[in-house]
C-alpha cells in the first residue's frame, strides 16, 4: 500500500520491478485509516483512497473511498529516506546526490579510501555493502 502514485516513491524502479517479481501487488493512492481487530487478533486494514491534485502549486490529496482489506499480518515502512546521515562522513567513501553513497552502476560495490580507518560500526559495514550482497542473492539464488 502507498499513499501516493510511483512517481513520488522512495523506493529505486529496480526494487519496485524486484517485488513485482516476486509478485507483491503494489496498490498506490492508500492511506492507512486503522488495523481491524477482532478476538485480540489482526483481521485487516482500512484505507482511505485517495485523490491528489494540485492546489495553489501544492499536492493535495482528497478522501474518495474508504476500503477494507483482509490480512493477518502488517509489515511498517514509514519514513524510508535515501540518505544515511549516521554514517560518519571521514570513512573514506564519497557521498554524492541526495547525500548517498557512490557506487559502481554496474555492480553496486563503493570504493573505501585504504588510508582511512576502516568503518568501526559493523553494522555500518553491512549496510553498505547490503546492495551488493541483495543483487547476489537475487541474481544466483544464493
Excluded at 523506493?11 to 524486484?18: F, G, M, R
Excluded at 478522501?63 to 483482509?70: A, E, G, L, W
Excluded at 519514513?79 to 555492480?107: C, H, S, Y
Amino acid at each position: 500500500m502507498a499513499r501516493r502514485t510511483r512517481k513520488y516513491f522512495k523506493a529505486s524502479p529496480w526494487e519496485l520491478e524486484d517485488a513485482e517479481e516476486e509478485r507483491v501487488e503494489i496498490i498506490e493512492n492508500h492511506a492507512p485509516k486503522r488495523f481491524l481487530i477482532e478476538n485480540g487478533k489482526l483481521v485487516g486494514m482500512e484505507f482511505e483512497v485517495l485523490r491528489w491534485f494540485e492546489k495553489d502549486g501544492k499536492q493535495k490529496s482528497e478522501v474518495v473511498d474508504t476500503v477494507t482489506i483482509p490480512c493477518d499480518d502488517v509489515i511498517l515502512a514509514i519514513g524510508q529516506e535515501n540518505a544515511f546521515p549516521w554514517i560518519e562522513r571521514d570513512v573514506g567513501l564519497e557521498f554524492g546526490d541526495w547525500d548517498m553513497p557512490v557506487v559502481d552502476k554496474k555492480t553496486f560495490m563503493f570504493t573505501l579510501d585504504v588510508d582511512t580507518p576502516f568503518v568501526d560500526d559493523v553494522r555500518e559495514f553491512f549496510l553498505l555493502v547490503g546492495i551488493r550482497v541483495a543483487k547476489d542473492v537475487d541474481c544466483f539464488g544464493i
